[in-house]
């Protein structure tokens, strides 16, 4: 990628506003560019050289391994989110990787010891990624916290209407989810079987409120979800 491309990518992403022109360039030089194809693994939370990604089209699950090697879809990743290191340490006793989902994943990346020199010559920078961070943290609490309170129908309704704001084309009530996930990744996601996910679209699809296929969720009517 062009330093010109790599510079009007940054410059757009909210995390970068407070930063100059000069300042941006000098982070153009910091940052590698990477892309990668549906399956393909990105990282791994135990490399010898931690990293900050910043995802930049497509999108990417992040997966995590417990002692018995069960996986749990930790996070869903889209466009112009962060992952990888965030709280800058190199964590080596966790156990998750990062996958694409999609057909096409472009990423950037910094180095942990430059992203954190970087920050340090720039206070406001540093404040904006903490601001950024917390935000993230604070989403990923409350999706623990609804695994926890809630019962498997009521988090399926409320994992796609909250898909559905975020990527969804929207024409008034009508809205229209690109799917890239599997009912096995969303069954992780809500913490719930395969199978009772599968039941529990079925029944959307009885009542009308969706039509699903491996490729398009169509939601006729946003509000009755």
Known sequence: MSEELKYWYLRDHKLFWTLSMSQIKQLCIITGFKKAKKGEIIY????????????KKGNIKIVSMDEDGNETIKDIIQKGDLFGELTLENDTTSNEYAKALTDEVAICSFLMSDFENLMLQNPNLALTYTKFVGLKMKRIKNNYSNLMSKDAKTRLNTFIKEWAEKEGKIEGNKVTIENYL????????????RQTTTQLLNEMEENQLIFYSRKLILIDDITKL
Do not use: K
Request: net charge negative; glycine share 4%.
């Open 44 to 55: 791994f939370s135990s490399s010898d050289v931690p990293r900050i990604f910043l995802l």
């Open 182 to 193: 599997t009912q096995a990744d969303i069954a992780q996601i809500i913490g719930t079987s």
